[in-house]
């Protein structure tokens, strides 16, 4: 079953609360939904997970710990999944949703993105960057979404067959 997987591989409880960065949430760790490996739960989180860390903002842990306590989802599924935005995936994923954003608002005139010169034209890349974050965080975490509960339901029908 899903549940005994992923419990092999998801931090404890006594793990994630020992994170000295999510001592703001005091006791709404303490909540049993938010541990929870019912499909439901690790749906939302990944729900969760995949939209924050399609956002270009840091302390993209801080809020998928709000969003999984507030929505009463598995907050180890939404921690983890964060970290798909990482230092190695930012600079292609953040090239992407400019390039989203720019196609959606029909910006003809796009400003030249690059790192070096980022933080001198961020007023004019922030709002194609954030568009085009958005839609994709939006639509990612929806069909992965919908790809874990599709592939939790099989592996539980085949697992009653056995």
Same mark, same amino acid.
């Given at each position: 079953?899903?549940?005994?997987?992923?419990?092999?591989?998801?931090?404890?409880?006594?793990?994630?609360?020992?994170?000295?960065?999510?001592?703001?949430?005091?006791?709404?760790?303490?909540?049993?939904?938010?541990?929870?490996?019912?499909?439901?739960?690790?749906?939302?989180?990944?729900?969760?997970?995949? *939209?924050?860390?399609?956002?270009?903002?840091?302390?993209?842990?801080?809020?998928?710990?709000?969003?999984?306590?507030?929505?009463?989802?598995?907050?180890?599924?939404?921690?983890?999944?964060?970290?798909?935005?990482?230092?190695?995936?930012?600079?292609?994923? *953040?090239?992407?949703?400019?390039?989203?954003?720019?196609?959606?608002?029909?910006?003809?005139?796009?400003?030249?993105?690059? *790192?070096?010169?980022?933080?001198?034209?961020?007023?004019?890349?922030?709002?194609?960057?954030?568009?085009?974050?958005?839609?994709?965080?939006?639509?990612?975490?929806?069909?992965?979404?919908?790809?874990?509960?599709?592939?939790?339901?099989?592996?539980?029908?085949?697992?009653?067959?056995?």
């Amino acid at each position: 079953m899903p549940r005994k997987k992923l419990k092999k591989v998801l931090p404890t409880h006594e793990k994630i609360k020992e994170q000295k960065f999510l001592k703001i949430f005091g006791n709404f760790l303490h909540k049993r939904e938010l541990w929870s490996l019912s499909r439901r739960k690790v749906v939302g989180g990944v729900l969760i997970g995949i *939209f924050v860390a399609c956002l270009p903002m840091p302390l993209q842990m801080v809020l998928s710990t709000f969003l999984a306590i507030y929505f009463s989802v598995n907050l180890p599924i939404s921690f983890a999944l964060i970290f798909i935005s990482n230092p190695f995936t930012m600079p292609p994923l *953040f090239y992407f949703e400019y390039k989203l954003g720019n196609l959606i608002l029909g910006n003809t005139n796009p400003v030249e993105f690059n *790192f070096d010169s980022m933080y001198d034209n961020f007023e004019q890349i922030a709002l194609s960057l954030w568009i085009g974050a958005l839609v994709l965080g939006v639509f990612s975490s929806i069909i992965c979404a919908i790809f874990v509960n599709y592939f939790w339901i099989m592996s539980v029908k085949k697992q009653r067959k056995k």
